[in-house]
Structures are given as C-alpha cells and as structure tokens.
C-alpha cells in the first residue's frame, strides 16, 4: 500500500488545484493587465501529462481535483482530460472533480462535463450590471455567462457563485446578488481580493473591500447563522435564515486557515505550489518528462510536499500590501 501524503505539520494532501491554461477570453482588472504576455504553447503540460500528473496525486491519495486557469475551458480539447479522470470517479479513488471557470463557455460545454462525471461547478461573476461586467472583465459579456449559467443548471450541474468584494465597485449589489443566489438555488461565496501579479494601474488598496464589513452588512438585513462546515480552505460559511441559502466568505489574508490546509496547486506549467500565499515551488515537468516511470514522479512530489510551508504572509494591515506575491492568480489558479 502506497503512503498518503502528508507534509511536515502533519496535514494530509488530499485536494489538488490544477491550472491547465494560463489563458483567458477576460482581463480582469484585478487578475490581469491588459496586454498580458502568455507562455508559449511548448511550455504549457500536454494533455496526456496533465493526466499522467493527476493520476498519480489521486494513487497518493488526492480525492478532490479542482481544474483552473486562466480560464480552464478555453484549453484546446480540455474536455478530454475530463473524460480521462472519469476512469477515477469510476474506481471511486476520486470523489470530486470540478472546475472554477468564468462561464463563458459553459453554454458550449455544461452538458458533456455532466457526461464526464462534473457535478459541481464555480462561476466567478462579480455584477449583474451588463456595463459593470464589462468593465470589470474588459473583455466579458454578461448575458453569454448567464447564457452559461442556465447550461449549467439544465445539464445537472450544481453552480456556486463566486464573487470578488471590490469596494466601491458591487458594495450596492450585495442584496441584489445574494436574492439573485437564492432565486436560482445557487451558492454565493464571497472572495477578499489578494495581492497577487502586477495588474498594471489599478490600485490594490482601492479594491480592497474586507468581508467582515461586508458581513456586518448582509447581517442588517438577515439573520446569519454560522455553520461548522469546513473545506481545509479559507473559507467559511454562514445560512442566512430568512432565505435558507448558504454564504461563503473567503479571506486568505488572514491565517485562521493555514493549521487545516489540505491542498496544493499546480501550474500549466508543472510547478507546484504547496502554498498560495507563499513563492517557494518545485518543477514537476522534468520528472514527467525525465521519465515514463511514475516512481520518478512520485519522489519529486513528496519531496515538494516536505517543503509546504506552514502558512502564508499576506497582509494588509499596514496601509500597505505586505507579503505581495509576483506570480498572477491565472498563473497558480484561484
Ligand atoms: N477564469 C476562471 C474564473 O475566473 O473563475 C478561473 C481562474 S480565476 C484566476 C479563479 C478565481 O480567482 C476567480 O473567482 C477570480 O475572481 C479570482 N481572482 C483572480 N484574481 C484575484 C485576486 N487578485 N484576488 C482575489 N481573487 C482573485
Ligand atoms: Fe480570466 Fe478568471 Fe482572471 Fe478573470 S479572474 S481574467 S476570468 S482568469
């Protein structure tokens, strides 16, 4: 029997985060410049090493595997990587598989990641005002993500909401989205934004809206009970009673979540990241390619694993965003 993985402080790895992609069909001011400079396409991790990868996490244990980006589904063929980790939803090694995508191209795919075994999905949407849309996303147009989103639904798929707080820009939506959630059954969860990638000229000070402020408000209009669901992530959960709906809220800047974290994240690239807040990584990519035997590969992951630090340095605390990282979320993935 293989030895799960387990780091240093004694955590069990059992979620992995993937990035296929480190493209996007959006620029999001607080996720990209602009004029972002991609990796060349030889860089990125084949399809068939992506699987190979990802099939031996889940030999050492990984249950969970969320595929991000940039935004997943514009990878070429993506969809058969998906119907290739369906073999382990069969043989019940994997648990879940599912994705965090931006919903452009759900209207084109919902039904065949259904197919392949997706039960759950994360939309990132931030407004429901098709000009605020556009200009938070550049390049986004909101009625082809809600478009997306009734995919969704009518193939099966469960939809959770993700949504950056951004002050001054969906601080007036928060009722709106929260009853818009709760009309269509979906999950909303609330994201603090990070300080991650040079983003040009937008101001991360300016953006930064903190979700207990956020809370204080919902809680004016609702009862909010706290529940104990955890994920060994950052977020934490409430019910609001008047409408039986779930609210998550996901602060990485503060620590209250380091002493459960359960995950890693991978690049398109093959590096892999045992903590977001943190630049340490190792290469993955040269034991894939060094050799077609996964005991190769199976080293250079517990030895990443050693490494996982036991927490992040984000904060802002300062009046300034100590503890930045360099790398940009579509980089590592959400
Ligand atoms: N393109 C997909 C999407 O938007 O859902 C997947 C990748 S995206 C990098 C994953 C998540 O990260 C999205 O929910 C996005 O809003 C969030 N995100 C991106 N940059 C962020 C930042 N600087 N701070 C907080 N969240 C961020
Ligand atoms: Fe693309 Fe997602 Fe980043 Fe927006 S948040 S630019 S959709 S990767």
Same mark, same amino acid.
């Given at each position: 029997?293989?030895?799960?993985?387990?780091?240093?402080?004694?955590?069990?790895?059992?979620?992995?985060?993937?990035?296929?992609?480190?493209?996007?069909?959006?620029?999001?001011?607080?996720?990209?410049?602009?004029?972002?400079?991609?990796?060349?396409?030889?860089?990125?991790?084949?399809?068939?090493?992506?699987?190979?990868?990802?099939?031996?996490?889940?030999?050492?244990?990984?249950?969970?595997?969320?595929?991000?980006?940039?935004?997943?589904?514009?990878?070429?063929?993506?969809?058969?990587?998906?119907?290739?980790?369906?073999?382990?939803?069969?043989?019940?090694?994997?648990?879940?598989?599912?994705?965090?995508?931006?919903?452009?191209?759900?209207?084109?795919?919902?039904?065949?990641?259904?197919?392949?075994?997706?039960?759950?999905?994360?939309?990132?949407?931030?407004?429901?005002? #098709?000009?605020?849309?556009?200009?938070?996303?550049?390049?986004?147009?909101?009625?082809?993500?809600?478009?997306?989103?009734?995919?969704?639904?009518?193939?099966?798929?469960?939809?959770?909401?993700?949504?950056?707080?951004?002050? $001054?820009?969906? #601080?007036?939506?928060?009722?709106?989205?929260?009853?818009?959630?709760?009309?269509?059954?979906?999950?909303?969860?609330?994201?603090?934004?990070?300080?991650?990638?040079?983003?040009?000229?937008?101001?991360?000070?300016?953006?930064?809206?903190?979700?207990?402020?956020?809370?204080?408000?919902?809680?004016?209009?609702?009862?909010?009970?706290?529940?104990?669901?955890?994920?060994?992530?950052?977020?934490?959960?409430?019910?609001?009673? #008047?409408?039986?709906?779930?609210?998550?809220?996901?602060?990485?800047?503060?620590?209250?979540?380091?002493?459960?974290?359960?995950?890693?994240?991978?690049?398109?690239? $093959?590096?892999?990241?045992?903590?977001? $807040?943190?630049?340490?990584?190792?290469?993955?990519?040269?034991?894939?390619?060094?050799?077609?035997?996964?005991?190769?590969?199976?080293?250079?992951?517990?030895?990443?694993?050693?490494?996982?630090?036991?927490?992040?340095?984000?904060?802002?605390?300062?009046?300034?965003?100590?503890?930045?990282?360099?790398?940009?979320?579509?980089?590592?993935?959400?």
């Amino acid at each position: 029997m293989t030895q799960p993985l387990v780091d240093p402080f004694q955590r069990a790895i059992t979620y992995l985060r993937l990035s296929v992609t480190d493209r996007c069909d959006f620029r999001c001011v607080y996720c990209m410049s602009e004029n972002m400079t991609f990796l060349p396409k030889k860089e990125l991790l084949t399809l068939e090493e992506l699987d190979r990868l990802c099939s031996a996490f889940i030999g050492l244990g990984v249950e969970k595997l969320r595929i991000t980006g940039g935004e997943p589904l514009v990878r070429r063929d993506i969809l058969t990587f998906f119907d290739g980790m369906s073999r382990h939803l069969e043989s019940g090694a994997l648990k879940e598989l599912t994705l965090t995508t931006n919903g452009s191209q759900l209207e084109r795919f919902a039904d065949q990641l259904y197919a392949a075994g997706v039960r759950r999905v994360n939309v990132s949407l931030d407004t429901l005002d #098709e000009q605020k849309f556009a200009d938070i996303t550049r390049w986004g147009r909101l009625p082809q993500v809600l478009r997306g989103i009734d995919a969704a639904q009518r193939a099966g798929l469960r939809v959770k909401i993700n949504t950056v707080a951004l002050k $001054g820009f969906n #601080e007036d939506e928060l009722f709106t989205l929260a009853e818009w959630c709760a009309s269509r059954d979906m999950d909303l969860t609330f994201i603090e934004v990070m300080p991650m990638g040079d983003i040009g000229n937008e101001d991360r000070l300016g953006q930064y809206w903190a979700l207990s402020d956020l809370r204080a408000r919902l809680a004016e209009q609702y009862t909010l009970t706290d529940l104990a669901e955890r994920t060994g992530g950052p977020a934490r959960y409430v019910r609001l009673e #008047e409408t039986g709906q779930k609210i998550g809220f996901i602060t990485p800047l503060t620590h209250n979540f380091c002493e459960s974290c359960n995950r890693v994240r991978i690049t398109c690239t $093959g590096e892999i990241y045992t903590c977001l $807040g943190q630049e340490g990584h190792c290469d993955l990519r040269k034991p894939l390619r060094a050799s077609q035997d996964d005991a190769v590969l199976e080293d250079a992951i517990r030895a990443a694993i050693s490494l996982k630090p036991r927490g992040h340095d984000f904060d802002y605390s300062r009046q300034d965003v100590a503890g930045r990282v360099s790398r940009h979320m579509s980089h590592t993935g959400g």
